[in-house]
C-alpha cells in the first residue's frame, strides 16, 4: 500500500522528512499501538484496585501512538528558521520543520512514566510533585527552544538540562533509598527500571542538539533517532517494568482505592464506608459515678452521631450510663436507648436506627483499683 501522506498533507518546511521518513514513523505507530491494545488486554486479567501501572501505561502508549500517527501523516510540525548550515547544502536561515506534536506527547508521557517508576519507589508525595513539576519544565523549555531561530534557544535548553539534572538525582538518590527501604526485591526492580530510564533520557538532549538545536542531521534521521528512543523508553520499559512489578507484593505501596467499592481495601472502621444504607449512629453513654468509699470515674457526658454507611454521616447523639469504679463499686445501672441517624449516604438510602445500650456495675476489691469510667456501647 502507497504512502501518500506528504502528497495529502504537503510539508511546510524546505528541510522536512520524506516518504521514508514518514514510512518509518508509520511503523513506529504500529508497534506503540500494538504495545497499547497488549497492555490494555493484560490489565483486564489483573484485580481492580491493582491496575494503577497498567492504566499509566495505557496512557503513555495511548498519546504515544497517536502522536506519531499524526507525525507519520507530515501533521503536527511547524516552520522554524535554522540558526546553523550543518545539515546538507541549504544555507543558513531556511526553514526547518520542527514537531511541536513530539512535545505535546512528551508532556504527557514523561510525567507517567516516572509516575510508573516512583510510585514502586515509596516516595513521598511532596517529592513527587517536585518530580513531576521539574519534568514539565524540562520539557517546557525544550518546546520553546525548539521554537527559537536565535541561538537564544540554547539559554531554553540549558534550563532543561538542569531539570534533567534534579530528575536524575532523584532517581538515582532519594527515590533508591526509599525503594529499598520496602525490601530488596522492590530495590532491585526500582534500580533496574531507573538505571535504563536514566540512561535513555540521557541520549534525548543528543538527538535535540542534532536536530532542532543544531540543524545537523536530517529530519528523516532526526525521526529514526527518536523513534528508537521513544520505542525503548516506551513499550520496551513499561513491559519490562510491569514484568518485575508482577512478582511483587504490591499491597505494601498502599495504592488501593480508598472507597468502598470492588478491589477495595480496608484498614481500619468499615461502617465509614458503603454501597447501600445510610449510616447507624451510635452513642456514648454518660459514666456513673459508683457508690463507695472510693471515687467513681466520670465517663463522657454527651454520645456522638455514628458515620453513615456509603459515605452518610451519622447525626445522632446517645446518652447512657457508664460504670464507676472505686475501692468498693457501685451497683449495676442500666443506660438509656442510644439513638443515631444517618444521613442519607452518596446511593444510600436515608435510615434511623435504635441500639439499647447497657452497662453493668462490677465490684473489685483490688487495692490499686484504676479511677477510670468506660462505655460499654457496642462496637458496630
Not at 60 to 86: K, N, V
Not at 150 to 164: E, N, P, T
Not at 194 to 202: D, E, G, N, V, Y
Not at 356 to 372: C, F
Request: with cysteine; charged share 10%.
Amino acid at each position: 500500500m502507497a504512502n501518500h501522506a506528504l502528497t495529502s498533507n504537503p510539508p511546510n518546511a524546505l528541510i522536512h522528512i520524506t516518504t521514508h521518513g514518514s514510512d518509518w514513523l508509520w511503523a513506529v505507530f504500529a508497534l506503540m499501538l500494538l504495545a497499547d491494545l497488549i497492555v490494555f488486554f493484560h490489565h483486564l486479567t489483573i484485580p481492580r484496585g491493582q491496575r494503577v501501572f497498567h492504566h499509566l501505561s495505557m496512557f503513555i502508549l495511548t498519546t504515544a501512538a497517536i502522536a506519531y500517527f499524526a507525525m507519520a501523516s507530515d501533521l503536527g510540525a511547524t516552520p522554524i528558521t535554522t540558526e546553523f548550515s550543518h545539515y546538507s547544502n541549504y544555507p543558513q536561515g531556511v526553514s526547518r520543520q520542527v514537531w511541536y506534536a513530539r512535545y505535546i506527547d512528551w508532556v504527557i508521557t514523561t510525567p507517567c512514566l516516572l509516575l510508573t517508576l516512583v510510585l514502586a519507589s515509596g516516595l513521598p508525595l511532596s517529592d513527587i510533585f517536585a518530580l513531576v513539576f521539574f519534568d514539565l519544565v524540562m520539557i517546557v523549555t525544550g518546546l520553546i527552544g525548539s521554537l527559537t531561530a536565535s541561538s537564544y534557544k540554547w539559554g531554553f535548553f540549558l534550563f532543561g538540562m538542569l531539570a534533567l539534572a534534579y530528575i536524575w538525582y532523584v532517581l538515582v538518590g532519594p527515590a533508591r533509598v526509599s525503594a529499598r527501604l520496602l525490601g530488596p526485591a522492590y530495590g532491585k526492580t526500582f534500580t533496574t527500571s531507573a538505571i535504563l530510564l536514566s540512561f535513555l533520557w540521557l541520549l534525548y538532549p543528543i538527538a535535540w542538539g542534532l536536530a532542532d538545536g543544531g540543524n545537523v542531521i536530517s529530519p528523516n534521521g532526526e525521526m529514526v533517532f527518536y523513534g528508537i528512543l521513544d520505542l525503548l523508553a516506551k513499550p520496551v520499559f513499561i513491559f519490562l517494568h510491569l514484568g518485575m512489578l508482577s512478582k511483587l507484593d504490591l499491597s505494601l505501596l498502599q495504592l488501593q482505592s480508598g472507597k468502598w467499592s470492588s478491589g477495595a481495601t480496608f484498614v481500619g472502621d468499615r461502617e465509614k464506608y458503603g454501597t447501600g444504607v445510610g449510616g447507624v449512629g451510635h452513642g456514648t453513654g454518660a459514666g456513673g459515678v459508683g457508690p463507695g468509699t472510693g471515687v467513681g470515674g466520670v465517663g463522657h457526658h454527651t454520645g456522638m452521631g455514628g458515620v453513615g454507611h456509603d459515605n452518610g454521616v451519622g447525626a445522632g447523639t446517645g446518652t447512657g450510663a457508664g460504670v464507676g469504679f472505686g475501692r468498693s463499686a457501685g451497683p449495676a445501672t442500666t443506660g438509656t436507648t442510644a439513638t443515631g441517624t444517618g444521613k442519607r449516604g452518596l446511593f444510600g438510602r436515608k435510615t434511623r436506627h435504635e441500639e439499647p445500650v447497657s452497662t453493668v456495675g462490677t465490684s473489685s476489691d483490688a487495692t490499686n483499683a484504676p479511677l477510670t469510667s468506660e462505655s460499654t456501647a457496642p462496637q458496630l
